[in-house]
């Protein structure tokens, strides 16, 4: 169970144009959805956490109109990186919690992650 | 100050020997704690949590966590070389009413054949 599904794997796109990550929970509905960037060699950096028919709330530094988070229902929340730049080359990963699982003591689960990588 | 201390390694043991990772947290009001395995070029899995002090085991893994010190540890018992990988501490900790994971940068580990 717990099974969270990202799409695409990796994508390689052109410096300026947009690119729409997908992370859905497949076992079960998510009311809470993380989304984490990591550089090589560091750790996992959270950007932003939604919420199922509500705002994404943004991390100090991540520029929401920049990385639009869209939570439609509470099975898909994808992730839109903006006029890409090289410097937006991440390793971008989507994590869920389920509904009923609002308490701090549950685990995430992650999806596979997307491999951004902007020439 | 970071809020999750990990050292980076590479901590390096030989294969059938105890692997253990350490971990030290700065929020007192931190109540969950994770320890997520990652393999490079993947996402975290996840290993293990702990939330009262003192010891929990699951097959060779072990965690310990004292909320005194703030300190949380995984231990891995027969460690073989397919354990070897990047070893991620989280902390979940409630602020202003939201909840937030906070991952340390994690210790890579190799366990020599």
């Known amino acids: 169970g717990a099974v969270v599904s990202q799409h695409p794997s990796r994508v390689i796109c052109k410096s300026g144009t947009s690119v729409k990550i997908e992370c859905r929970s497949l076992?079960?509905?998510?009311?809470?959805m993380f989304w984490y960037r990591q550089f090589p060699k560091q750790s996992l950096m959270l950007m932003a956490t939604?919420?199922?028919?509500?705002?994404?709330?943004?991390e100090q530094g991540v520029e929401k109109d920049k990385f639009l988070i869209n939570h439609a229902s509470l099975t898909l929340s994808t992730l839109t990186v903006t006029s890409a730049h090289p410097e937006d080359s991440s390793f971008y990963i989507c994590?869920?919690?389920?509904?009923?699982?609002?308490?701090?003591?549950?685990?995430?689960?992650f999806g596979n992650g997307t491999r951004l990588t902007v020439t | 100050q970071k809020e999750v201390e990990q050292n980076s390694g590479p901590l390096s043991v030989p294969e059938g020997a105890i692997a253990s990772l350490n971990c030290t947290y700065s929020d007192r009001g931190s109540q969950s704690f994770f320890w997520y395995r990652q393999y490079s070029g993947k996402s975290p899995e996840l290993i293990m949590f702990i939330y009262s002090n003192g010891d929990k085991e699951d097959g060779r893994f072990t965690a310990q966590l004292n909320k005194a010190s703030q300190y949380v540890s995984l231990l891995i018992r027969d460690s073989q070389p397919s354990d070897s990988a990047t070893y991620l501490c989280a902390v979940s900790t409630a602020t202003s009413g939201t909840y937030k994971y906070i991952f340390g940068t994690g210790t890579r580990l190799k366990v020599l054949a």
């Open positions: 994590s869920a919690l389920g509904t009923g699982r609002t308490s701090y003591n549950s685990p995430l689960h």
């Open positions: 076992d079960f509905q998510a009311t809470t």
């Open positions: 939604s919420n199922e028919g509500s705002k994404a709330t943004y």
